[in-house]
């Protein structure tokens, strides 16, 4: 991967619905597209995980803001050592065509695979480089993330206030 637009601010909380009001609330940014009970499986640090959490995703012009709430305690890149969620600014996302070209240029360039998984709508790999502490790069894939993206652009700019949170299943 070199360059290329970011397409998601990342951001861990404790309370999804009551994060999703303090955005709302603060920022005017609506409306958010919830979706509960996500599950990826893959490897952090090398050793397999399984991780659930609730997502919303909110747009500030064209660019999306995700929230995620950790509804499980298995090791994560969300959480520290000892379970406690890494609450505030997690990541800056792109979107790739190949996830697996693009994580073979980064680890060439020095950065490190953090967290590998998905699920049958996505893939994704988070990278971390070991000049920069806390600092995630996450690569992601996935069929029709394009056209979810555009689609919440879409309504973001045509939002009139009602209808704030749009659960999906």
Request: proline letters at 5%; glycine letters at 12%; a negative charge.
């Amino acid at each position: 991967m070199t360059g290329g637009q970011i397409v998601q601010n990342g951001y861990v909380v404790s309370d999804l619905d009551a994060a999703i009001a303090h955005w709302i609330e603060h920022t005017g940014i609506g409306p958010w597209t919830v979706f509960r009970g996500v599950t990826l499986d893959g490897q952090y640090r090398g050793e397999d995980t399984s991780v659930t959490f609730d997502v919303a995703m909110g747009y500030t012009g064209s660019l999306p803001v995700e929230l995620m709430a950790i509804t499980s305690s298995t090791p994560s890149p969300y959480a520290f050592d000892d379970g406690t969620p890494k609450l505030g600014p997690h990541h800056v996302a792109w979107l790739r065509d190949d996830l697996d070209a693009d994580v073979a240029a980064a680890t060439a360039r020095g950065l490190q695979v953090l967290f590998r998984a998905g699920n049958e709508a996505t893939q994704v790999a988070y990278l971390e480089s070991p000049d920069q502490p806390g600092l995630v790069f996450e690569y992601i894939q996935g069929h029709g993330m394009r056209e979810m993206l555009d689609a919440g652009i879409a309504a973001a700019r045509d939002w009139d206030g009602t209808d704030p949170v749009r659960e999906f299943g």
